[in-house]
Each structure stands twice: as C-alpha cells, then as structure tokens.
C-alpha cells in the first residue's frame, strides 16, 4: 500500500482499476505498434542495420567492408568447424 493510503486508511478502490486501465491500454498500443511493425516488414532485415549506421556518406564502402569482414570470418569459421 502507498504511504498516503496507510496514513489516511483510505482503500485502494477505483485507484487500482485506473492503474490497471491505463496498463492495458499501454499494452493494447504496444501490441499494436508491433503488428504494425510486423506488417511494414521492419523485422525484415536486421543484420544490414549495423553495417549501415557506419556510414558517415553516401558511398557506404565501410558498411561494405564491415560486412565483407564479417561474411569472411563466418566461412572461415565453419570451415575450421566442420
């Protein structure tokens, strides 16, 4: 219980289907935005967002590099593996 409400012996009443409205419609919003998301493919392609916010220019040769680096190191990794 909150202090206020110990204090004054006041019950918690509506104070708790408020709190509880206002959680249920944050999640209502966050299930939407997600569906949302979803549908706009944003969770398409997750892998290319790192190498590009390394690009300070339009030429993007360091997204490039980063990412022929790391296509190199995962085939040299499963060829030592397998």
């Known amino acids: 219980m909150c202090p206020n ?10 104070g708790i289907y408020i709190a509880f409205g206002i959680c249920g419609l944050f999640f209502i919003i966050a299930m939407v935005g997600i569906t949302w998301a979803f549908k706009n493919g944003e969770f398409e392609d997750l892998e290319s967002v790192k190498f590009e ?3 300070d220019g339009e030429d993007e040769t360091l997204a490039a590099r980063a990412r022929e680096a790391i296509e190199r190191g995962r085939q ?3 060829e030592s593996a397998g």
């Open 5 to 14: 409400c110990v204090l004054n012996q006041a019950s918690l009443g509506a």
């Open 53 to 55: 916010m390394l690009d």
């Open 76 to 78: 040299q990794m499963t």
